[in-house]
């Protein structure tokens, strides 16, 4: 009897459990299809000035997710715009009569230099129309000065800084994490730069890791240094003084070496801006959220003609598609139906990643190769296409980056984690076996490779940085011995990728499409925007999924503040296994 009523009570408990599961969908569902329907439109008034602040992290592409950055406690979301819509945004605004101006509210702007340099090369266009830019802040990070000096006007709050110091980067290593936990990383790989595996083997960098590092940072630096020269009117050796002595930390030092225009606080501003709008009363902002979604019926054109605008941003996978991954089926099956869609004159496959799965990325190739044959196919990079990142570029008919993009990493590496010490020492757990072939056992991570198995596996990373290359060298036109002499593993920016010939011309997406539209031989056209976004229900359960990540990131994050990325750096070091073709893992750029 009494196990009667335990089992009885857990039922009880699952069927409680699950109805308040579905209660809780149902809300959320209704919720959001309410607060749908009641969207107040935003009113676009004349003399309005967008309001860019740009707090939350800036993705290649707005996310779709009903959900995203969803607050349950308030019901509410701060949904994040994309890069694309970014871009776009900024682009109509400047034909737009009602809108006088653009005032960049900045703090910090979470992206890489690359993709700052897309917004930054955007409002330098909005600029041309003959409406002002001003850009205001508190504290400024050095991304977000780097997009400040774009503007006419630069005002510095009279308590605040600007951190204007050089590029830092950062790598984290777990040599010694891992002999602590008696883990051994078996680590194979070709090319004497491919660094991504250091953090596992080794306390500080190789010299060959070093001097490509350095190289990289000092390119990036080459790019951000001068666009602040250009548009402060200094001296680019002036700048290096200025970062080099952090004269831009203390807000008196800023106005006195030029870097910023006056120091006033916000009420000042509102005049300034009254003024040049010719308005009294209140300025009428639109953040550019608000304002994209007013403008969004009038973006997207119906033309027959269009462009397909693929975007593979984030890790390359062998697994099932989801938004912020690569999927080797998903992207390649994406680009294969857009080379058959008669209806497709070009196709950009706008690449933001670091690389990943060897596999994933050769099905992605292939059908940019195959896609190529029939229509043109231009890449344009973000802030990484590097590794298997460039592999999937390389087949395309030209290729574009910015200065400061990361490219190349042309390598490949795998690593098998050996824990046969962890269990053992550690846990207390000891493991015993049968077989029925001398290589039944390939690969165990329970005990270390065999000589056979190492061997094995070697042959097969030679195997595919051989056809890395030779892809390379066939889409590059190039020798294969060229590509090997620049490939290694070794890391470029944009700016020294255009001189050794692994890109064709520095610009943003804006320069592909315009490109791609030349190639296919039209002038009016529509852009297709691929992936297709899926039907809602797929989407929910999704979206469940990730705002349980989202909650356990926002705990990590409040409990580790500053810390987090080396919190989820040991993360990712624990559970890499496979081969691989990735930049770095632990690259930390400041």
Known sequence: MKEFFKTMLASMTGCLLSIVLLFV????????MFSGMKTKQVE???????????????TERTSENPFDNMNFGSMSSDKAIGLNNILRTIKYAASDEKISGILLDLSDVNAGYATVKAIRNQIETFKASGKFVYAYGDNLSQKAYYLATVADKIYLNPEGSIELKGIYMQTMFFKKALEKLDIDMQIIRHGKFKSAVEPFILEKMSPENKLQMQMLA????????????????LDTAIVTTIADSLFAFYAEGALAH????????????????????????????????????????????????SIAVIYAFGDIVNGKEKYGVISGKHTAKTIRDAAAD???????????????????????????KQANAQKPVVVSMGDYAASGGYYISCAARKIYAEPTTITGSIG???????????????????????????????????????????????????????????????????????????????????????KLGLVDELGGISKAIDFAAKEAGITEFSIREMPYKRDFFATLLEDLEIETKISEEDLINAEFGEFTQMYNSWKQATNVSGMQMRLPY?????
């Not at 676009?44 to 800036?58: C, T």
């Not at 984690?417 to 846990?427: G, S, W």
């Open 25 to 32: 969908i149902i809300l959320v569902f209704s919720s959001v």
């Open 44 to 58: 676009v008034k004349n003399n309005s000035v967008i309001l860019i602040e740009l707090k939350n992290a800036i």
């Open 218 to 233: 000092n390119g990036i630096w080459e790019e951000v240094k001068g666009e602040v020269a250009l548009s402060r009117n």
């Open 258 to 305: 030029g870097i910023v225009d006056s120091l006033i606080y916000r009420d000042e501003l509102e005049t300034i801006i009254l003024s040049k709008s010719v308005l009294t009363g209140k300025t009428p902002y639109l953040s550019i959220n608000a304002y994209f979604n007013t403008i969004k019926p009038k973006l997207f054109s119906a033309n027959k003609n």
């Open 342 to 368: 008669p209806d497709v004159k070009a196709i950009v496959l706008r690449v933001n990643s670091p690389g990943g799965d060897a596999l994933a990325s050769d099905m992605i190739w292939r059908e940019v």
């Open 412 to 498: 490949v590496f795998g690593v098998v984690p050996n824990m046969e010490k962890l269990f053992n020492k550690k846990l207390g757990i000891s493991f015993d076996e049968v077989k029925t072939n001398k290589n039944s056992d390939f690969i165990s991570t329970s005990k270390p490779l065999s000589d056979y198995n190492r061997s094995t596996i070697q042959f097969m990373i030679e195997d595919i940085y051989s056809t890395f290359i030779k892809h390379v060298a066939e889409g590059r036109k190039m020798s294969v011995e060229q590509v090997d002499s620049i490939g290694q593993g070794r890391i470029w920016c944009g700016s020294d990728a255009l």
């Open 586 to 590: 632990f690259l930390i750029i400041k």
